[in-house]
């Protein structure tokens, strides 16, 4: 099995960081798509990731695939990982296949592409073997107490294709419905609550309740950015951004940002 055995991995994520791109989502120069003559990484170490237990199907996919440096916020409490560390070390590798709540490793041919903080986002494990993903949330996907083994936290979640399981987080934020600055971490305030179910207590404190209100406002203000989006030429349709004016919208943004975001901060 070659890299190419896992075009619709790397096709979905590059379709999906590309488009944080765009966004501006992430900082400029942080995408890291392979050279498309060789379509590995010439970066890449697969020494030191295989020594960290990577099956050979695992590493040729890790060299192949699309990164964002320093990773990326691609939905609630979820960011992604990067394998293009320059590390000889293979225990650093090693590290990425650690299971969360538990000391086992994840299976050689399983990546997690992503991380979750808390056990609330979502972690998208991809088996290089089977060429699948499981969206596995640790907080709520448990399975049930009579089959529980820590040797198994997520194999009672359907596997699902790449496209299946990555396509609701492109249509999310080319959609306009998860947006996100650079290096400002998860502020998508309501979506957040919405969906861990946050709430204030039924008695709350004066600094519980301006904690609550000021990360309302700090959102509403974050969410005023979709309207800017729209007046530079976003389409919320469109898989080509051709009309989106990007250098009008960066410099409409900072002065947003600078003139009502900061001002809540």
């Not at 379709?15 to 060789?38: G, K, N, Q, V």
């Not at 960011?79 to 650093?92: A, E």
């Not at 049930?144 to 194999?155: H, I, K, S, T, V």
């Not at 309501?190 to 946050?198: I, N, Y």
């Amino acid at each position: 099995m070659s890299h190419t055995a896992h075009h619709e991995v790397i096709s979905v994520l590059t379709e999906l960081y590309t488009l944080l791109d765009t966004l501006a989502a992430i900082p400029p120069d942080t995408l890291r798509l392979p050279p498309a003559d060789t379509g590995v990484h010439p970066t890449f170490n697969a020494d030191a990731v295989s020594e960290g237990g990577y099956s050979l199907e695992a590493v040729q996919a890790l060299s192949a695939l699309p990164y964002v440096y320093g990773g990326a916020i691609i939905g609630p409490s979820t960011s992604t990982n990067y394998f293009l560390r320059p590390t000889n070390d293979g225990d650093d590798f090693e590290q990425d296949r650690e299971m969360m709540y538990d000391d086992n490793l994840a299976l050689p041919s399983a990546i997690q592409l992503t991380d979750s903080e808390g056990g609330y986002g979502c972690i998208y494990i991809y088996d290089a073997e089977k060429r699948v993903i499981v969206p596995w949330t640790p907080m709520t996907d448990q399975p049930p107490e009579d089959e529980r083994d820590l040797d198994a936290n997520y194999f009672h979640i359907p596997p699902v294709s790449p496209r299946e399981a990555l396509q609701p987080v492109i249509d999310m934020h080319r959609g306009l419905h998860y947006i996100n600055r650079p290096l400002t971490g998860d502020r998508n305030f309501l979506l957040v609550t919405e969906h861990f179910g946050v709430r204030l207590p039924d008695d709350p404190t004066d600094a519980q309740r301006q904690s609550f209100e000021r990360s309302r406002n700090i959102w509403q203000a974050e969410y005023g950015l979709k309207a800017i989006y729209l007046d530079y030429g976003w389409d919320v349709n469109a898989l080509e951004q051709t009309n989106f004016r990007r250098n009008e919208f960066l410099e409409k943004r900072q002065d947003y940002i600078k003139n009502i975001i900061k001002l809540l901060e």
